[in-house]
Structure formats: structure tokens, C-alpha cells
């Protein structure tokens, strides 16, 4: 054998353990990978092995990898490029790239950069996009294998990986959200009077039904001694678990308030108004309607802050109970307040609702307005409450057809007995 062909044997020798030791070293990181992902480690630290056995492992000198965040495209991780043109956004190019292929912008900032894209799908949903430069693939092809075949597998493999992370993760925020969810309607129903008086001075029933499962509507009803009831509902702005929160809190600040007889109307009214904003921060505001009653004397007090006016229905007449004062938690001092009085002459009824009820609408657009309310109002006022509000629902239900409520739609309905026989004071 000359000299010619030791050195080629040489050779072929020298490169068959280079090819050998380098695919070695590419199964290890590999391997390393998978035990990664059995260990459950973090996202952050993948990338960082992706990066480890493109860069480190295989020479390549530019890449960037691009996954999905939410509704967005980033740039998990990358190497040999400018952090400025991994600021440019391309978007608008990925739908383009639906299989390996090569990438041909020469005066694009950052795809100037890559001459092969691998695309990674599951099923028809693409889940991650490996960019490549040039640089080193035409050496590793010199070297018998095929680069990309490695990278695309290895892409697959990661990304993969992260989706279950996210799916995973997106289940337990669901699961938490459901229980959270849960929660909040156990703490509301304990909100929510689930029994109201029926005796021989006053009957009460109500009608609660949030549109997410909780919400920021609420009702009350109050013994507060000497010979006096108080009766109120309330909206906050917003719907779901937020606003179901803000109001147990503004329940709780009332049922202190509610009680301290000394308070004027006015100091009443304010400190009420510094307790929500102080909890709102003025982001949500609240509208209130509060009456009280004393049984004795035959007198309601009431005030309306922003809220719709309650309907009375006494004597064969309506009338809209709307003296009061500006919403609740938007400013900090309310400029004007005033309160209704009235002396009951014969027995009423009262309606007192949330814009749920109005804002229905059915299936021509028309609403289930204030004309229509009074108008079931005076075909219905001889009915107990409890009957009274189980018509009103089905009414409501006939009058929306197919649709859906839109809002929260609370409902609390009283009567006071003025001159019936089931007055034991008359």
C-alpha cells in the first residue's frame, strides 16, 4: 500500500470518528432532552438545550426559534442575530411556510439572515418555526447525514413539549378558574337573602339571576328596630367574579351603615360613597336604591343614587320613586342630595329591578321597557309577591324568545300592608 493511500485511509478514518463522535454527542443531547422533559423541567431551560445542541453540538451559527405566546409569535430563542432584528415582526410570513423549505427574502431584515425554515404542526395548527442560516449546513451535509432531518425531529420534540406544558397549564387555570367560580357563587348565595319576610305587615320575594354564574347585582332586606325595615338593591358595573366581589364588600360596609340610626340621609349617603371608592378606586361605580319603613308611623323614606327609579304601585296609581342623588364611587364628595318621603295611605307595591330587566330584548329588537313593566305591574298588583315575580319570569321568557339575557337581571318585589286585613296595626 503507498503513501498515497495510508493518508486516505487516514482520512476516511479521521472523518468517520469525527461523524461518529458528533452524533454521539447529538444522541446525548437528545437523550438529555427527553429526560428533561420526563423531569417536568421548566420552559426556559428547554430553550436553553435547544439552543445548547444547535449552537454547541452541531455548529450551527444562526438560527432562531419561534413559538406561540398566547395569540402572538416570539422568539423563544436564537443565536447569531442582532437583538434588533429579532425585533422585527414576520408574522405575516409564517402561513406562508407550511413544510420545510427554503427561505428566499434577501431584503428582509431578519429573513435575509436564514436560507431554511422548519415548520412544526400538530395536526393543522402550526406550534413552532425553526429559521436556519446557511452557515455550517453545507459542511454537516459534506459530512454523509442529513442536519435538518436532526432539527426538524429535535423542533418537534421540544415543541411538542411546551404545547403539553401549555395545554396542562391552560387546565389547571381553567380548573382553578371552576373552582374559583364555584366559591364565589357559594359566597354569593350567602349574599343574597335566600328568605324574605311574608307576615302581616310586609312580604317580600325576590328574583336573582347573574349571567356568568356570579355577578355585581344584589338585593337586601333589613330589620332595624323600632318599628322600622329598610329594603334596597344595587348594580355595580361589570359582570363575573370581579364584580361579584366588589359587592360583598360594599354589602358588608352596609350592613354596618344600615344600622346606625343617628346617621343623617346625607352623612349616610357619603360615607357609603367614600367606602366604594375607596374600594373601587373610581375604575367601578355603583347604583343604589335604599327605602326605609316605618310600620308604625306609615312613613317611607327612600333614596335613589343613579339607579332606575322602583316602581310604587298604590291607590290604582304608579309612581317612580327617583329622589336621590349621582351614582355611587365616582366622585369623591356627592354634590347634591335629597330623599323622598311618603305616607302610605293604603297598601303598596314595590318593584325595585336592575337594567337587566329593561335592557331584554327580544327577537324584533323591541325591549322589555318601562311601559311594558308598569303595564304587568297593573294586571298583576293583586298577586302575592312570591306569584307575582314567578309571572313576571315567565313573562320574560315568552317576551325574549331565543334570546339570551344580556346582563344580570335581580328583581326584589314587596309589598306593604297599609289598610288590608292582614295588617294587625290597622
Not at 395548527?125 to 442536519?147: E, K, R
Request: hydrophobic share 40%.
Amino acid at each position: 500500500m503507498d503513501t498515497s493511500q495510508n493518508i486516505n485511509l487516514k482520512t476516511r478514518e479521521e472523518i468517520l470518528e469525527t461523524k461518529l463522535t458528533l452524533q454521539q454527542l447529538q444522541f446525548n443531547r437528545v437523550l438529555e432532552i427527553t429526560q428533561a422533559i420526563n423531569n417536568n423541567i421548566a420552559i426556559a431551560d428547554l430553550f436553553n438545550l435547544y439552543k445548547g445542541l444547535l449552537t454547541w453540538e452541531m455548529g450551527i451559527k444562526k438560527f432562531a426559534l419561534y413559538t406561540r405566546n398566547k395569540d402572538a409569535w416570539v422568539c423563544a430563542t436564537s443565536a447569531g442575530i442582532e437583538e434588533k432584528c429579532l425585533e422585527e415582526n414576520i408574522e405575516a410570513y409564517l402561513p406562508h411556510y407550511q413544510r420545510r423549505q427554503s427561505v428566499d427574502e434577501p431584503s428582509h431584515p431578519l429573513l435575509q439572515h436564514f436560507s431554511v425554515v422548519v415548520p412544526v404542526y400538530h395536526k393543522e395548527y402550526a406550534i413552532a418555526y425553526t429559521f436556519l442560516g446557511s452557515d455550517t449546513l453545507d459542511d454537516l451535509d459534506s459530512q454523509g447525514y442529513d442536519p435538518i432531518s436532526l432539527i426538524s425531529a429535535i423542533t418537534n420534540v421540544i415543541a411538542v413539549a411546551i404545547e403539553n406544558k401549555r395545554l396542562f397549564k391552560r387546565q389547571l387555570d381553567q380548573e382553578r378558574l371552576k373552582r374559583e367560580m364555584e366559591l364565589a357563587v357559594q359566597v354569593q348565595n350567602m349574599l343574597i337573602p335566600s328568605e324574605l319576610p311574608n307576615n302581616d305587615q310586609y312580604e317580600f320575594a325576590g328574583i336573582y339571576q347573574p349571567h356568568e354564574g356570579v355577578g355585581g347585582d344584589y338585593y337586601d332586606f333589613f330589620e332595624v328596630g323600632s318599628g322600622e325595615v329598610a329594603f334596597c338593591i344595587a348594580d355595580i358595573s361589570g359582570k363575573g367574579i370581579a364584580a361579584a366581589l366588589l359587592m360583598s364588600n360594599f354589602q358588608a360596609n352596609l350592613q354596618t351603615l344600615v344600622h346606625r340610626k343617628y346617621l343623617s340621609v346625607k352623612k349616610f349617603t357619603n360615607r357609603l360613597n367614600s367606602l366604594v371608592l375607596r374600594t373601587t378606586q373610581g375604575d367601578k361605580f355603583i347604583t343604589f336604591f335604599i327605602a326605609r319603613y316605618h310600620v308604625r308611623k306609615k312613613r317611607l323614606r327612600y333614596l335613589c343614587a343613579g339607579h332606575n327609579p322602583p316602581f310604587m304601585y298604590t291607590q290604582g296609581k304608579i309612581q317612580r320613586l327617583d329622589k336621590g342623588c349621582t351614582i355611587l364611587g365616582a366622585f369623591p364628595k356627592i354634590p347634591v342630595i335629597e330623599f323622598g318621603e311618603i305616607f302610605l295611605e293604603d297598601d303598596a307595591l314595590f318593584l325595585l329591578y336592575t337594567d337587566g330587566l329593561t335592557d331584554l330584548q327580544n327577537e324584533n329588537d323591541d325591549y322589555f321597557d318601562d311601559d311594558h313593566v308598569e303595564q304587568f305591574i297593573q294586571k298583576n298588583s293583586d298577586l302575592p309577591v312570591k306569584a307575582f315575580n314567578e309571572k313576571l319570569m315567565e313573562e320574560v321568557n315568552t317576551f325574549k324568545g331565543k334570546r339570551s339575557f344580556p346582563d344580570d337581571i335581580s328583581v326584589l318585589t314587596g309589598r306593604l300592608f297599609v289598610n288590608s286585613s292582614k295588617n294587625t296595626e290597622a
